[in-house]
């Protein structure tokens, strides 16, 4: 039967899966993506490498802090500060990739969805860190009333 710690695992080995198709990507850049490299010109094509190199970054960033999250959960430290802090990190990290994309929309127009979907996402981790955040505080809240 499915159930709490289960999900955790399975969370746990998407993160981790994730962050070796991180590994491979930035390891393969320089040959290409097959059918997208193709589609990039050639003289664009050390643009395209800067954003994924730069795009790496946020990435990481961001796959750290939800391990950490979910590291966390797993130990019951579920309302605490650290968490909505570590959402807002990945808020950030959403918006800086947004913004790489953006700014890399410029020189290949599809980079502009990667650009609206980062930013979506951003926003979405941005009102759960909220949403967090005031159930900490009215945990506190309940912690301290006798």
């Known amino acids: 039967m499915w159930n709490d710690r289960k999900s955790l695992i399975l969370s ?7 962050m070796v198709m991180l590994v491979i990507c930035a390891v393969l850049a ?3 993506f097959g059918i997208v490299f ?5 003289s664009r094509k050390p643009l395209f490498l800067l ?7 946020p990435a ?9 999250i979910l590291h966390r959960l797993g130990t019951g430290q579920v309302f605490v500060g650290i968490n909505a802090r570590c959402l807002r990190y990945i808020s950030w990290c959403c918006f800086a990739g947004a913004i790489i994309s953006l700014v890399s929309s ?3 127009i599809a ?3 990667v650009s609206i979907a980062a930013a979506f996402m ?3 981790v941005r009102v759960v860190k909220n949403i967090l955040a005031k159930a900490i505080s009215l945990q506190d809240e309940a912690d301290y009333t006798i």
């Open 106 to 108: 410029f020189y290949w």
């Open 30 to 32: 320089p040959g290409g």
């Open 38 to 42: 193709r589609s990039v010109p050639d």
């Open 12 to 18: 746990k080995v998407c993160v981790v899966l994730f």
């Open 60 to 68: 990481a960033a961001l796959l750290g802090l939800l391990y950490s």
């Open 111 to 113: 980079w502009l969805a």
């Open 122 to 124: 951003g926003l979405i």
């Open 51 to 57: 954003t994924v190199y730069l795009g790496c970054i």
